[in-house]
């Protein structure tokens, strides 16, 4: 730990970040370049397109479906 | 050329001081990279990473 002294010469208030930062930096720079040199880290992030897909279809019936109600049932008291 | 530990640095701190905080980074270090090598080998094992 002969390397500890170096915190007799840089302020820890300035080394330490400087040191996390550019750990973090670093790290990040990394995955961005693998994550956008590849096809199968985005794909990961996206998920299961299919299942997904096949989730968003039924949805705008549902909601088509449930307006048709609402219409229905709002009308009688405008006729009134 | 020994160090008098009871000298204070330009930084505020002393030798016994400066090496406790180095072995809080080290240790830091060690365990963040420990978690890390896990979080690689399993991105090795579960990704097409690498292969």
Redesign the interface.
């Known amino acids: 730990?002969n390397?500890?002294?170096?915190?007799?010469?840089?302020?820890?208030t300035v080394g330490?970040p400087a040191?996390l930062g550019g750990?973090a930096i670093i790290a990040l720079a990394v995955h961005a370049a693998?994550l956008t040199k590849t096809d199968?880290?985005p794909a990961?992030f996206s998920g299961n397109k299919k299942v997904k897909t096949a989730e968003a279809a039924p949805t705008p019936q549902v909601v088509a479906s449930n307006t048709a109600v609402a219409d229905v049932k709002g009308s009688p008291p405008k006729t009134q | 050329m020994e160090i008098d530990p009871n000298r204070v640095w330009p930084t505020g701190l002393t030798l016994p001081e400066a090496e406790e905080l180095h072995r809080h980074v080290i240790e830091g270090t060690r365990l963040f990279g420990l978690i890390a090598a896990g979080a690689h080998l399993l991105a090795y094992i579960y990704t097409p990473w690498l292969h």
């Open positions: 730990m390397q500890g002294k170096i915190w007799l010469v840089v302020k820890p330490l040191f750990v693998v199968w880290y990961y």
